[in-house]
């Protein structure tokens, strides 16, 4: 199941906006369609909502649901999809992405943050024993996945300059059709996109619900980093650039005030109208630089990178892996910058309603 919100409201608005759609037979539910919702998944989000009842049978034509794990909608066509289900969904993608891409042999591996990453690392640790493997995390959560599972961890600062990793597998909150994401949901962001960068290769692993076409299509916003002293100044700027209502991620304590991120710094949750994708460009969809209310992926994470304060945007597009190693073939012995990995991945594995593992690779 899949939850759209009409473009371009305010975030508290929602409960006027939600409408669902099932990703089954693709069609919106009539007003007693209910679903089953649970807390757990976007929490950060919740503290703009704190009128949000607890998880409960609702109608969803009243319901913010796009913010929260969607656990079942009663659609006669659709399978009922439990927390457990998703869980399955994503053990099963992150298997078969660990059994396509992980070799025993590296020396290196990427290991990112969020809910689906635990089942990449129990895969590995079912593959691997080889205790000559250092895994480098990209935050806090991480490294006590990796810690937890007996391997051993090495700072992303303390890599020898030489050392590229040889792979490195991360979740994401959405994935569109040319396999830019978005990432941020959890508030990792920063260290994602250096490790990303840093690995020959990027493999994505996620369920169903992160399939779209376009970027911001169920995922309501672009995480952004922030400096906690130019939290104004960008929000001002997000507004001009077409964002109608970004908001200062809090804690679910609102006296706790805003979220953290690893670096000390804070996030920015700010919508914009569903992405276009470069080829969306070539068809003359739209001029994608935000003049004429249309951002192209790419274009967009340049435009919020930009702006003073921002340390990092939850974008990860541009160049894959590939296309990187290919840049550092030419350039060889040519006085050119370093060209460092992609921040795409170059596969993509999605676990599946009925059990199954979609995977989607760079160039298909
Ligand atoms: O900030 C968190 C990271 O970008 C996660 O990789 C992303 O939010 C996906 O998380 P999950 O695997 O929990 O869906």
């Not at 037979?25 to 929490?43: N, P």
């Not at 959405?174 to 994401?181: A, G, I, Q, R, T």
Request: net charge positive.
């Amino acid at each position: 199941m899949g939850i759209a919100v009409l473009p371009r409201r305010p975030l508290n608005n929602l409960y006027q906006q939600v409408r669902s759609i099932c990703h089954h037979c693709s069609r919106a539910h009539s007003k007693t369609s209910q679903l089953v919702t649970t807390r757990r998944d976007f929490g950060p989000l919740l503290s703009r909502n704190p009128s949000i009842p607890k998880p409960a049978l609702r109608s969803t034509n009243c319901f913010p649901a796009r913010h929260f794990s969607t656990t079942s909608i009663l659609c006669k066509s659709s399978k009922v999809m439990t927390d457990a289900d998703i869980e399955s969904a994503k053990r099963a993608a992150a298997a078969k992405a660990v059994s396509d891409w992980f070799d025993p042999e590296a020396t290196h591996v990427g290991i990112g943050s969020g809910s689906t990453i635990k089942y990449v690392v129990e895969a590995i640790q079912k593959q691997s024993n080889n205790p000559r493997i250092r895994f480098v995390p990209t935050g806090w959560q991480s490294r006590q996945v990796i810690i937890q599972a007996g391997l051993t961890p090495i700072a992303f600062d303390s890599l020898p300059e030489s050392v590229m990793l040889d792979i490195a597998f991360d979740g994401a909150d959405e994935v569109d059709e040319e396999l830019n994401c978005i990432k941020g949901g959890g508030a990792c962001l920063f260290q994602e996109k250096l490790v990303a960068e840093r690995a020959r290769k990027f493999i994505c692993v996620a369920d169903y619900r992160k399939n779209q076409s376009r970027l911001l299509t169920n995922w309501p916003t672009i995480p952004i980093e922030v400096a906690p002293i130019a939290v104004p100044t960008v929000l001002r700027s997000l507004r001009t650039l077409g964002s109608t209502n970004p908001q200062l991620r809090t804690t679910t304590l609102e006296k706790s005030g805003p979220l953290k991120t690893d670096q000390d710094f804070f996030i920015i949750d700010a919508p914009f109208k569903p992405l276009l994708t470069a080829r969306d460009l070539v068809e003359g969809k739209g001029k994608g630089d935000g003049s004429d209310g249309t951002w192209e992926v790419d274009r967009l994470c340049q435009a919020i990178k930009r702006l003073t304060g921002v340390l990092e945007v939850g974008i990860f597009s541009g160049l894959n892996g590939i296309d990187a190693e290919g840049l550092r073939e030419k350039a060889a012995g040519k006085s050119v910058p370093v060209i460092t990995g992609g921040q795409k991945p170059v596969a993509v594995y999605f676990g599946m309603q009925d059990g199954s593992v979609q995977q989607r690779q760079a160039g298909e």
